[in-house]
């Protein structure tokens, strides 16, 4: 994963089931690409695999919402992702 895909993800929305709150995924979603544009550039960054791993997110019930799976599949790979750097290791296409 690179950060130029972080920049241009888009999730589905939810309405009518339960999802996950649109501002806090979008903040997240910055946070995750500024600590990827770090490794990009060869320094460490604050946020690593384990805080991926314990992330949360407020659920939406009768109103706009991220998709979970979707996101959660994104969560996935961005724990990959910064696990690859975190080892010294060139981060797999996931």
Known sequence: MHSSEVA????????????????DVDAFLERSRAALAQWEAGRAAELQAVAVAEVRFSP??????????????????????????EHGRSPRSY
């Open 8 to 23: 241009t993800i888009m999730f589905t929305l939810t309405k009518f089931r339960e999802g996950y709150a649109m501002a």
């Open 60 to 85: 939406t019930n009768f109103r706009k919402g991220y998709d979970q799976d979707q996101v959660d599949d994104f969560l996935d790979k961005l724990s990959a992702t910064l696990t690859d750097y």
